[in-house]
């Protein structure tokens, strides 16, 4: 079984990085840089895989805001803790916005509608959006690289297949988990500011 799921992300790996990069992302990207180092994927495909998940992403959260303002589920999405944070984080200060709102764990669905809401132009979006996403997918991609190191150190040289799998679902666990608890901490603060 391990074979086959082994097989799976071989063949299929840098679009399941690709289209976890387009959801919330640093798992997929860490991911992909463990592979990498693994030999299961190139080093420059596993991070231009990652920047392109990241890139569309952010860009959909953009046009969600810019194009479709008034439609109810981005109505309702604009109700999210952090919203009006985000929103007057852009306005303020719109081009440090758009290259760190990425980095700051739980914003960025808010944080890309609020963009789109805020008057900044496509062109400027998508140059500030591809910058952000570059970095971001080189500094995670190498944080999945060192780990790769690290455990081939722990594990020893001879990682069969279905040891680096594991490994790798190991990581990604601990990076959800973690993931999980800051968004709750940090929505939960949010609400907290909003009530008072």
Same mark, same amino acid.
């Given at each position: 079984?391990?074979?086959?799921?082994?097989?799976? @992300?071989?063949?299929? %790996?840098?679009?399941?990085?690709? #289209?976890?990069?387009?959801?919330?992302?640093?798992?997929?990207?860490?991911? +992909?840089?463990?592979?990498?180092?693994?030999?299961?994927?190139?080093?420059?495909?596993?991070?231009?895989?990652? *920047?392109? %998940?990241? *890139?569309?992403?952010?860009?959909?959260?953009?046009?969600?805001?810019?194009?479709?303002?008034?439609?109810?589920?981005?109505? $309702?999405?604009?109700?999210?803790?952090?919203?009006?944070?985000?929103?007057?984080?852009?306005? !303020?200060?719109?081009?440090? *916005?758009?290259?760190?709102? $990425?980095?700051?764990?739980?914003?960025?669905?808010?944080?890309?509608?609020?963009? %789109?809401? !805020?008057?900044? !132009?496509?062109?400027?979006?998508?140059?500030?959006?591809?910058?952000?996403? #570059?970095?971001?997918? #080189?500094?995670?991609?190498?944080?999945?690289?060192?780990?790769?190191?690290?455990?081939?150190?722990?594990?020893?040289?001879?990682?069969?297949?279905?040891?680096?799998?594991?490994?790798?679902?190991?990581? +990604?666990?601990?990076?959800?988990?973690?993931?999980?608890? @800051? #968004?709750?901490?940090?929505?939960?603060?949010?609400?907290? $500011?909003?009530? !008072?």
């Amino acid at each position: 079984m391990t074979g086959f799921i082994h097989h799976l @992300v071989e063949q299929y %790996g840098l679009v399941a990085v690709f #289209a976890g990069c387009v959801a919330e992302g640093e798992s997929a990207a860490i991911l +992909g840089g463990f592979f990498a180092h693994q030999h299961v994927f190139v080093t420059w495909q596993a991070w231009l895989a990652a *920047f392109f %998940g990241a *890139f569309v992403g952010d860009t959909f959260f953009f046009v969600l805001g810019y194009s479709f303002a008034d439609h109810p589920r981005v109505v $309702r999405l604009r109700r999210r803790p952090g919203f009006n944070h985000a929103y007057q984080l852009v306005r !303020s200060h719109p081009n440090l *916005f758009v290259l760190s709102n $990425r980095y700051i764990y739980g914003m960025r669905l808010v944080g890309g509608i609020a963009s %789109g809401l !805020s008057g900044i !132009s496509v062109i400027r979006f998508a140059a500030l959006n591809a910058i952000s996403s #570059a970095i971001w997918a #080189a500094l995670f991609t190498a944080i999945g690289y060192v780990f790769g190191l690290g455990a081939e150190r722990f594990v020893g040289r001879a990682l069969v297949h279905h040891e680096r799998l594991l490994i790798a679902l190991g990581i +990604g666990a601990v990076i959800a988990l973690a993931a999980f608890l @800051v #968004a709750h901490h940090v929505a939960g603060r949010e609400r907290k $500011r909003e009530e !008072s």
